[in-house]
């Protein structure tokens, strides 16, 4: 259907006006005095760096609330407890660099950590499965990335700003981190090392398509040394404990399972109105810190200036889904890893599950189920349930079983980035700028990488201006 321009132009000043009405909606007297909350700052989203950031504001004196659409604190943070055993089981978030702004935040809530992998430990076996048939690739050997490793390193240390918390895109951006993972893959001999970033970089999508520059920024020189040397896990393999005790600590300044209805930034104050299980609640406080993916269908209601518009309807963002499953029929001792032979460097063509891993509980393995866009939940689980028969019709496992899914999250938006072309346009220079513009102020792995430490990292530089 082809529209006039004059038509066109009504149905582009159609959501303006709503907009524009909506935001005005927000007037102090439509809501009771018990509806009130003044806070010095309002942080939208409370998983890894908005509880960060409602931590480190109060412990600088600063009231917060906290708006969390979940009914619980820690964003990809995942954690089952098996009730027979009570062994928790991390099957999201597992492993955190070991530097020392993860140490002292740990300490902080009296959590011990220890160094690990965050991989199953002692004996097993190790097999590479064709998901697409469910035969075992016997003859599949991962190469040794030592080299192709060694290399990479070469290659991360031109881009020292990179390794730092934020996006500090050189200017003008190298041409080298426009190139698609793949070429730059080609370029310097990485072949070797294709099959681990494959492995940290689930849920990406796609890899050898995506600019270079994601993987500079995320499979980093310091994630590099964790994957040589070892992270930091919690010693109780329960990363939940973290935001529980978060939780405890921020009281009635999280509102859970509770979504923003519009936002208003024209005034002196942010006010929020909020949707909360016990009616609307207004905040008014003196900054907004967003910290959701900044997706712009994550960002209904919000007064979006033109430019925050604009830039992020660029996004795109990978999905990744985990869990836990019992009675797959895979014996205790074995790991799967998904490959397919006769693609380049035997990748698998999503959406896949990516692997079943081992966990503390016999009989217990972890999924990760990756696309490189969203699917339903349902779709999700009947393909991870078939592609596991599929073992038992190619012979690999000997008896046939429906797995039971005793654990599943979707992480979808995973990993928002742009074109290659929006890159080296600046996109990055313009999407640092906004930080303080309007009273408001962006945290998130949209805004850094997705690595806890960093996140936190980032997330505390910017302290200072929200307390300012
Ligand atoms: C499966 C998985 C495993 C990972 N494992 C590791 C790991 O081992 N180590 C590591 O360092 N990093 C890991 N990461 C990366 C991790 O995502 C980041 O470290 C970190 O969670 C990013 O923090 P964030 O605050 O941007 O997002 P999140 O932690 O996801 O927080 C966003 C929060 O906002 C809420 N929210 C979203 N939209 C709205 C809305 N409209 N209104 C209100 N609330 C909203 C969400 O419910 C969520 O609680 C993993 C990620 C995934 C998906």
Redesign the pocket.
């Given at each position: 259907m082809l529209l006039s321009s004059s038509r066109l132009l009504s149905f582009i000043s159609l959501p303006a006006l709503i907009t524009s009405l909506q935001y005005s909606a927000i007037e102090k007297g439509a809501y009771e005095a018990d509806s009130i909350l003044r806070r010095d700052a309002v942080i939208?989203?409370?998983?890894?760096?908005?509880t960060y950031a409602a931590i480190g504001l109060r412990d600088k004196g600063k009231t917060v609330a906290v708006?969390?659409?979940?009914n619980l604190?820690?964003?990809?943070?995942n954690t089952y407890t098996d009730p027979a055993t009570k062994t928790p089981v991390d099957y999201?978030?597992?492993?955190?660099?070991n530097s020392s702004i993860v140490t002292s935040y740990f300490n902080r809530f009296n959590i011990p950590l220890t160094t690990g992998t965050?991989r199953a430990t002692g004996s097993f076996t190790e097999s590479y499965i064709d998901f697409s048939t469910g035969k075992n690739i016997t003859s599949y050997v991962p190469p040794d990335p030592t080299a192709a490793f060694n290399a990479y390193a070469t290659q991360l240390q031109k881009y020292p700003s990179l390794n730092k918390p934020g996006w500090n895109v050189p200017d003008p951006v190298p041409a080298d981190l426009l190139l698609p993972f793949g070429d730059f893959v080609k370029k310097y001999k990485l072949d070797g090392a294709v099959p681990t970033i494959y492995f940290f970089a689930q849920?990406f999508g796609d890899i050898l398509s995506i600019p270079t520059l994601y993987f500079v920024k995320y499979f980093s020189l310091s994630f590099l040394q964790g994957v040589e040397t070892g992270f930091l896990i919690t010693s109780r393999h329960d990363n939940s404990e973290l935001y529980e005790k978060a939780r405890t600590e921020l009281g009635d300044d999280v509102l859970l399972n509770?979504?923003?209805l519009s936002t208003d930034r024209s005034g002196t104050d942010v006010k929020v109105s909020v949707q909360t299980p016990a009616g609307k609640k207004l905040v008014i406080a003196k900054k907004l810190v967003i910290?959701?993916?900044p997706l712009l269908s994550?960002l209904n209601g919000f007064d979006l200036t033109d430019n925050e518009r604009s830039l992020f309807s660029q996004f795109t963002s990978g999905a990744?889904y985990?869990g836990l499953l019992n009675h797959t029929g895979i014996p205790d001792n074995v790991e799967i890893t998904a490959v397919k032979p006769n693609t380049p460097y035997n990748l698998p063509q999503l959406p896949t599950l990516y692997g079943l891993y081992l966990t503390a509980v016999p009989g217990l393995k972890q999924f990760?189920y990756g696309n490189s866009a969203p699917l339903s939940d349902n779709d999700v689980r009947s393909s991870i349930v078939s592609q596991i028969q599929k073992l038992k019709t190619a012979g690999t496992i000997p008896t046939a079983s429906t797995p039971e899914f005793v654990a599943y999250s979707n992480?979808y938006p995973?990993e928002l980035r742009v074109s290659a072309d929006a890159i080296a346009k600046g996109f990055y220079k313009n999407l640092t700028a906004l930080q303080g513009q309007t009273k408001t102020y962006w945290?998130?792995?949209?805004f850094d990488r997705?690595?806890?430490?960093s996140?936190w990292a980032f997330t505390e530089g910017l302290l200072g201006g929200i307390a300012a």
């Open positions: 939208i989203g409370g998983g890894s760096s908005g708006i969390e659409q979940k604190l820690g964003g990809h943070t999201g978030v597992i492993v955190f660099d965050g849920g509770s979504t923003v910290s959701i993916p994550n990744l985990t990760l992480h995973y945290t998130g792995a949209a997705h690595d806890s430490g996140v």
